[in-house]
C-alpha cells in the first residue's frame, strides 16, 4: 500500500508541475499582448490519509500536491488609483489639444497671427487721416478692410469648424462608451459561465474586461463593483450604467435649441433623457468631477456659437438691480460662455471685431434716436423688404392695413409703395444727416462694413412734407435680429464698386479730415473690456494681446495640469506593471524549476515503479 500511495505522489508531482510549465509558458506567450496580467501558479497539499494511531496522536500519510489555483496578480487599489487618475489626465488633456488647435486657427503657432491683419488695418486708416481725399489711401483702405474681413471670416469658419469637429468627437466617444459597455456586459457574461463550476478562473476574459474597464475610465467617470458571481456592476458619472440585466446605453441629443444649436449633448434615454453632464457648476480636483475625455471634449466645444452678445454688459450708469442681474450674468458666463474654450474665444473676438466694425461704421455714418411727430404722413418703396425694419415701423405698418401685414412676396419684399400715417409720436434710430459726411459726388456716405444677412444699413421713410428719414435696420431677411458678428460681416458693396462713396469729404466738397482723424483717436481709446473676469477697459490693439495672453495662460494651465497628472499616471502605471507584468527572466526561470520538478518527479516515479516491479516479479515468486 505506502509503495502504491507513492507512486500516486510522484503522479501528483508530474501533474502540478505541468501545471506550472503550462502556465509559465502561457505568460511567455503573452509578454507582449496588451492588458495581459502574468498567472501564477498556487500549490497545496493534497488531503492525508490516516493509517494508524497512538498514544501520542494519529499516524497519517500525505497523498502528495495540487495545483490549488491559478492566481490573477492583480492590485485593486491600484486599478482603481489608475483609472480615476487617467480619467482625470484625459479630460485636461482633451482641453489642452482644443486650446492649441484655437491658438493654431488665430495664427499664433504658424507666424499668421491675426494681429498683423489688425496692423494693417490701422496702417490704412492712418493713411486715410492724412490725405483722406486721396484715391491711394482710400482704395488701400477698401484692400485692406477687405483682407480684414477674409481673415475675421476665416477665423469664424474655422473655429466653427473645429466646433463640429469636437462635436463629432462627442458621438464617437459616446458610441466607443456603449460599445466598451457591451463588451464589459459579454465578458461578465462569459467569465460567469467558465468559472461556474468552481474548476477554472477566466483569467484571459478577466484581462480583456480589465483592460476595457481601463479604457472606459479614460472616457467617462466611472465606479464599480464585482459581486461574488465575478459580474462587476458599472456606474457611469454616478448613474446605473452595466448592471445584471443589461446595459443602460447612452444616447444624445440636441440640449441647445433656443440657441439655434443643433451639437449634440450626451444624455440618459432610459431617464428621460437626463443629461450626463452637470456642467454649470465648478468643476475641479477637489470636487472630484474633473473626469474623463468626454467632458473635456463636451466642455471645449460648449453648447453652441457663440458672439459678442453673450459677454455680459454693465451700464455706465447702472441701478442696484442692474448691477444684481449684471452679477448674475457673469456668473451664467463663467460657468458657459467662459468655460469653452472654443466659445470664450469666440465670444472675445467677436467682441473686438463688432467694436472696430461698429466705432468705423458709426464714425462715417452717425446714428441718433429721433421722434416722428404722430400724424406724419410716411412712404416705404416697393421692393423694401419687411421684415428687416425696426418693430415700430412694422406696427404702423400693420396698422394701416387694418392690423394686417403689408401686401409682400414670398421673400418679404413689398409688392407696393406703401403709404401709412402716425397714430403717435414714432421713436426711431435713424442716420443723423447734419452731423454725416458726403461721398466724392455729394451724396450720402456709406457704412464700410455691412451686415451679409440684411439688405443695408438703412431704410428710407419719406415724409409728405419732403423730409427723408434714413430708418437703421435692426433685423435681418428673416427677421431676426441681425448682428455685426464675425461671421455676419462683409465690406459694403457699393464702396467695393466705388470707393469714393465713403463719406471722407464734408458738403463743401472738402477734405474730411476731422472724420478720419476721429477714427483713429477712437481706435486708440480704450474703450472694451475682455470680460467680466477682465474689467479693465483697453484699446483693441492692447485687446487682442490680453486675449491671446488669456488663451495663453489658460493652455498653460492646462498643460501642467495634464503633464503631472500624466506623471502621476505613469507611476501608477509603473507600479502596476511592478505587479501585473510578465518577466521573462522571471518566466524562464520558473520554466526551468518546474521542467526541473518535472524530471524530478519522474526519476521519483521510475525508483517506485522498479521498486514495485522488484516486489512483485522477485520477491513475490519466491
Known sequence: MPLMTSLYTGVSGLKTSQVGINTSSHNLANVYTEGYVRQQVSYADREYSTIGNSALGSWKLGLGVVASETRHIRDLLLDKAYRQQAGR???????????????????????????????????????MAKTPDGSVAREGLVMYADEFISRVTAISDQLQSYQYNLNQQVEDTV????????????????????????????????????LALDELSELIEISYTEDEYGFVNVRAEGQEFIIRTGVFHMGTEQLNGEQDSNYLSPVWPHLDGLPVFVLDTDISTSKGNDIGKLKGILQSRGGYEADYTDIPKLPENY?????????????????????????????????????????????????????????????????????????????ALKAANGGNEPAMDDLGYLVNDETFTLDGDMNIRILDV????????????????????????????KAADGTVYYAYNPYNVFGKESLYSMDNLEINQQVLEKSSSLPFWNREGEANY??????????????INLDPNNLTKKDFTDYYQTMIDVLANDGYVLNAVASNQQLVVDDI??????????????ELTNLIKYQNAYNANSRYINVVAEMIDTLVNKVGVR
Do not use: H
Request: charged share 25%.
Open 175 to 210: 458610441e466607443r462608451i456603449n460599445t466598451l459597455a457591451d463588451k464589459i456586459y459579454s465578458l461578465n457574461l462569459t467569465i460567469q459561465t467558465v468559472e461556474a463550476a468552481g474548476v477554472e478562473a477566466a483569467n484571459d476574459y478577466r484581462d480583456q474586461r480589465d
Open 514 to 527: 476731422p472724420l478720419a482723424e476721429s477714427i483713429i483717436k477712437a481706435w486708440d481709446e480704450a474703450a
Open 573 to 586: 502605471e509603473t507600479s502596476r506593471q511592478s505587479v501585473t507584468g510578465v518577466s521573462s527572466e522571471e
Open 89 to 127: 489626465e484625459n479630460y485636461y488633456s482633451s482641453q489642452y489639444e482644443s486650446l492649441e488647435e484655437v491658438e493654431y486657427i488665430m495664427g499664433e503657432l504658424n507666424k499668421e497671427a491675426f494681429q498683423g491683419s489688425l496692423k494693417q488695418l490701422w496702417e490704412s486708416l492712418s493713411e
Open 319 to 395: 441701478t442696484n438691480a442692474e448691477y444684481e442681474q449684471y452679477l448674475k450674468d457673469a456668473e451664467e458666463y463663467n460657468y458657459t460662455v467662459g468655460a469653452s474654450i472654443i466659445m470664450k474665444t469666440q465670444a472675445m473676438m467677436d467682441q473686438l471685431i463688432n467694436s472696430i466694425v461698429t466705432m468705423i461704421n458709426d464714425k462715417l455714418c452717425p446714428d441718433k434716436e429721433e421722434t416722428i411727430q404722430g400724424g406724419t404722413e410716411l412712404t416705404i418703396a416697393a421692393g423694401t423688404n419687411y421684415y428687416v425694419l425696426a418693430d415700430n415701423v412694422k406696427d
Open 434 to 461: 447734419e452731423n454725416s459726411g458726403n461721398g466724392y459726388d455729394g451724396e450720402l456716405g456709406v457704412e464700410l462694413f455691412s451686415r451679409s444677412d440684411t439688405t443695408g444699413r438703412y431704410t428710407e421713410l
